[in-house]
Antibody, heavy 123, light 112 residues
Framework: QVQLQESGPGLVKPSQTLSLTCTVSSDSISSGGYHWSWIRQHPGMGLEWIGYIYYNGNTYYNPSLKSRVTISVDTSENQFSLKLSSVTAADTAVYYC???????????????WGQGTLVTVSS | QSVLTQPPSVSGAPGQRVTISCTGSSSNIGAGYDVHWYQQLPGTAPKLLIYVNNNRPSGVSDRFSGSRSGTSASLAITGLQAEDEADYFCQSHDSSLSGNYVFGTGTKVTVL
């Protein structure tokens, strides 16, 4: 059973860069069988897809966040990471990493999720 | 702001059947893109419940079923149980600039 675990600071100051890492176990990112996504959930609210990466480094981002987001992959460590720059209080959310199952044109769903990590943006 | 609209809440007594709607538009569900559903129990991460409109992952009860028609989709829960009390989200693809992989607004299911 694949497992994902987010890690990173729980508190980030406004205007700084949020950085999180997702460690994958019981599956290999480099196998190329899946994409790997970041998703966030604002307190008490819905879910927002941030972007995904493939093992070869190909990425695709939510257009509304694209200018501030960078997702990278380290296949040697079986990890992928999120950087979100110029954060504000509006970026306070629980951040999830998720394995992303691609099955055809525009067909994606998130079949395994990490437990999530709360990131608060505050001075 | 989500492009997929769900009722904020639905409720039912144990044993009853409840349905949750997911209303989209011609740029997402109406364009033929598939719908997936997630269950989020209190304090936990979302869990895949239904994929590609009406398929259940291994281990998901057959009390859960999905359907899609026109610009909307539905999740049905039959034989409602206390353990079904959770938030439910639909998800699809949107061809506009609204974010591509979009989630519904979410529905809280309460077991009376």
């Amino acid at each position: 059973q694949v497992q994902l675990q987010e890690s990173g600071p729980g508190l980030v100051k406004p205007s700084q860069t949020l950085s999180l890492t997702c460690t994958v176990s019981s599956d290999s990112i480099s196998s190329g069988g899946y994409h790997w996504s970041w998703i966030r959930q604002h307190p008490g609210m819905g879910l927002e897809w941030i972007g995904y990466i493939y093992y070869n480094g190909n990425t695709y981002y939510n257009p509304s966040l694209k200018s501030r987001v960078t997702i990278s992959v380290d296949t040697s460590e079986n990890q992928f990471s999120l950087k979100l720059s110029s954060v504000t209080a509006a970026d306070t959310a629980v951040y999830y990493c998720a394995r992303t199952n691609y099955y055809g044109s525009a067909g994606y769903y998130f079949d395994h999720w990490g437990q999530g990590t709360l990131v608060t943006v505050s001075s | 702001q989500s492009v997929l609209t769900q009722p904020p809440s639905v409720s039912g007594a144990p044993g009853q059947r409840v349905t949750i709607s997911c209303t989209g538009s011609s740029s997402n569900i109406g364009a033929g893109y598939d719908v997936h559903w997630y269950q989020q129990l209190p304090g936990t991460a979302p869990k895949l419940l239904i994929y590609v409109n009406n398929n259940r992952p291994s281990g998901v009860s057959d009390r859960f079923s999905g359907s899609r028609s026109g610009t909307s989709a539905s999740l049905a829960i039959t034989g409602l149980q206390a353990e079904d009390e959770a938030d439910y989200f639909c998800q699809s693809h949107d061809s506009s600039l609204s974010g591509n992989y979009v989630f519904g607004t979410g529905t809280k299911v309460t077991v009376l």
